[in-house]
């Protein structure tokens, strides 16, 4: 929007964060590209109070554009700007409403996506749409580069919209709600590796779940992180799922027997306190053994 030449008043984030072991303080992106173009820079704790209502006020913003905050807004602050409030979505609405749009796309196994501009309202991701793109999924990119692209996609649609709006040739269309689907915040749960699962679905959850809540399973008396697999095309098993194959003739490779009987091969394992190693290696290190099962962890 900058560089389309609008008038910015001021940029409202979220407040610097601690992340990664080390737990050091980091901002949020947005606030370092703002340092970056000088803009006027507010990171007030919460925007439920008055405090905030009058930092709002005094910016006196025509229209707020939202990427990524993470909080719903409140009422008074939807209605303030005479254009209301415009906010990217990473989803083809009302499919996959919530904070994680992106990763449960690419774990559900869909062949497409994309991002939309919506009219902010009081709902979590109700509000009318103004315009989508789509994109397909890679049935093996991961979860990173799909965003990546949804973000240049984004950019884009967001700067469509803005001059939409403002020259009054674009309007919201509401959503059809009786096919929303919903998109809920990843837990460490979701990253406990189920092995009755179809392979594709394992291998689907593995690149849409890392790096958080990453996928894991537990292995003799490890709990072990999988970081990158693929599903071998035509080979299947009959024996019960999470039972490792190791190849030992030709090129060595480790797999696992997934509830459908496919092979999901590991291509990237992390032991814990170690760095990441390929399945041949992993198999090496620990002897592994055909007929060893991977178990459920916690």
Same mark, same amino acid.
Not at 147 to 154: A, I, P, Y
Not at 165 to 171: A, G, K, M, P, W
Not at 213 to 229: H, N, W, Y
């Given at each position: 929007?900058?560089?389309?030449?609008?008038?910015?008043?001021?940029?409202?984030?979220?407040?610097?964060?601690?992340?990664?072991?080390?737990?050091? +303080?980091?901002?949020?992106?947005?606030? &370092?590209?703002?340092?970056?173009?000088?803009?006027?820079?507010?990171?007030?704790?919460?925007?439920?109070? #008055?405090?905030?209502?009058?930092?709002? #006020?005094?910016?006196?913003?025509?229209?707020? *554009?939202?990427?990524?905050?993470?909080?719903?807004?409140?009422?008074?602050?939807?209605?303030?700007?005479?254009?209301?409030?415009?906010?990217?979505?990473?989803? !083809?609405?009302?499919?996959?409403?919530?904070?994680?749009?992106?990763?449960?796309?690419?774990?559900?196994?869909?062949?497409?996506?994309?991002?939309? &501009?919506?009219?902010?309202?009081?709902?979590?991701?109700?509000?009318?749409?103004?315009?989508?793109?789509?994109?397909?999924?890679?049935?093996?990119?991961? *979860?990173?580069?799909?965003?990546?692209?949804? &973000?240049?996609?984004?950019?884009?649609?967001?700067?469509?919209? +803005?001059?939409?709006? !403002?020259?009054?040739?674009?309007?919201?269309?509401?959503?059809?709600?009786?096919?929303?689907?919903?998109?809920?915040?990843?837990?460490?749960?979701?990253?406990?590796?189920?092995?009755?699962?179809?392979?594709?679905?394992?291998?689907?959850?593995?690149?849409?779940?890392?790096?958080?809540?990453?996928?894991?399973?537990?292995?003799?008396?490890?709990? *072990?992180? +999988?970081?990158?697999?693929?599903?071998?095309? #035509?080979?299947?098993?009959?024996?019960?799922?999470?039972?490792? +194959? &190791?190849?030992?003739?030709?090129?060595?490779?480790?797999?696992?027997?997934?509830?459908?009987?496919?092979?999901?091969?590991?291509?990237?394992?992390?032991?814990?306190?170690?760095?990441?190693?390929?399945?041949?290696?992993?198999?090496?290190?620990?002897?592994?053994?055909?007929?060893?099962?991977?178990?459920?962890? #916690?």
């Amino acid at each position: 929007m900058f560089d389309s030449g609008y008038s910015i008043p001021g940029v409202v984030t979220q407040p610097d964060k601690p992340a990664g072991r080390g737990q050091t +303080v980091h901002p949020p992106p947005v606030k &370092s590209r703002a340092i970056d173009l000088n803009l006027p820079i507010h990171q007030p704790a919460t925007l439920k109070n #008055e405090e905030a209502r009058r930092l709002v #006020e005094q910016l006196a913003p025509d229209l707020l *554009v939202v990427v990524a905050y993470g909080k719903l807004l409140p009422p008074w602050l939807l209605t303030l700007p005479r254009y209301g409030a415009v906010n990217l979505h990473a989803s !083809l609405l009302p499919l996959y409403r919530g904070a994680a749009p992106i990763q449960w796309a690419m774990a559900n196994g869909d062949a497409e996506t994309g991002v939309c &501009s919506m009219k902010l309202d009081e709902g979590l991701d109700t509000g009318p749409v103004y315009a989508c793109e789509k994109t397909v999924i890679d049935p093996d990119e991961t *979860v990173q580069q799909l965003s990546e692209r949804l &973000s240049v996609l984004g950019c884009g649609l967001i700067r469509r919209t +803005v001059e939409g709006i !403002l020259s009054n040739s674009l309007r919201p269309v509401p959503q059809d709600s009786a096919r929303a689907t919903y998109a809920p915040i990843l837990t460490k749960r979701d990253g406990a590796i189920d092995w009755n699962l179809p392979g594709r679905t394992i291998h689907n959850r593995v690149r849409a779940f890392h790096p958080w809540p990453g996928s894991r399973t537990a292995f003799r008396d490890l709990q *072990v992180r +999988v970081l990158k697999t693929r599903v071998r095309p #035509e080979e299947t098993s009959a024996a019960p799922p999470g039972t490792l +194959v &190791s190849a030992n003739v030709g090129q060595r490779y480790l797999a696992v027997v997934c509830g459908d009987g496919a092979l999901l091969e590991l291509l990237e394992i992390q032991v814990p306190n170690r760095k990441p190693q390929t399945g041949s290696d992993f198999v090496n290190g620990f002897r592994v053994v055909t007929g060893e099962k991977f178990h459920h962890a #916690e």
